[in-house]
């Protein structure tokens, strides 16, 4: 099950990194299609195999400045120039963060298991004690309803 998401999503992220670059080619040079690649960063973020991700972040990060280059060098170069250090301070910014995301709640998710390992050992624990205490405790009572069955007679 899981191959199959990984596959939609690779497909999924495919498609976003096409149709961004198609966009960037094709619009004019004040519109910044390239920050749909962040789209494609964040679905290589689930898919199961390792290092999707950063090699998504790099595809994107290399496309991102090949669209400037397509753009051309006119009047406005610094903008576009900048817009383009902005999406892939963004596309970094995702992977950096979905990626510590991902390492955390592998961490958290280990700590749960160790939790429940630790609970169960302190069922057991808990089940043995209270076993060890209620034998004695039982058999104090039983003695001690002989012993007032006994002397039951001898206090009228």
């Not at 405790?137 to 009228?156: D, F, P």
Request: one cysteine or more; charged letters at 15%.
């Amino acid at each position: 099950m899981p191959l199959s998401i990984g596959r939609i999503e690779f497909a999924a992220g495919v498609v976003i990194i096409v149709t961004c670059f198609v966009l960037d080619y094709y619009l004019p040079r004040d519109a910044t299609a390239a920050i749909g690649y962040c789209g494609a960063v964040l679905l290589a973020l689930d898919m199961p195999l390792p290092g999707s991700a950063v090699i998504t972040a790099v595809l994107c990060t290399v496309l991102t400045w090949l669209g400037l280059l397509v753009d051309g060098w006119g009047d406005a170069f610094w903008m576009s120039a900048f817009d383009r250090v902005m999406v892939t301070g963004v596309i970094w910014l995702i992977t950096i963060t979905g990626l510590q995301r991902k390492r955390l709640s592998a961490q958290l998710a280990q700590r749960a298991r160790e939790l429940a390992c630790a609970n169960a050992d302190l069922d057991r624990f808990v089940g043995i004690v209270s076993h060890d205490l209620r034998a004695p405790l039982t058999s104090m009572c039983c003695c001690m309803q002989v012993i007032e069955k006994e002397h039951a007679g001898t206090l009228n």
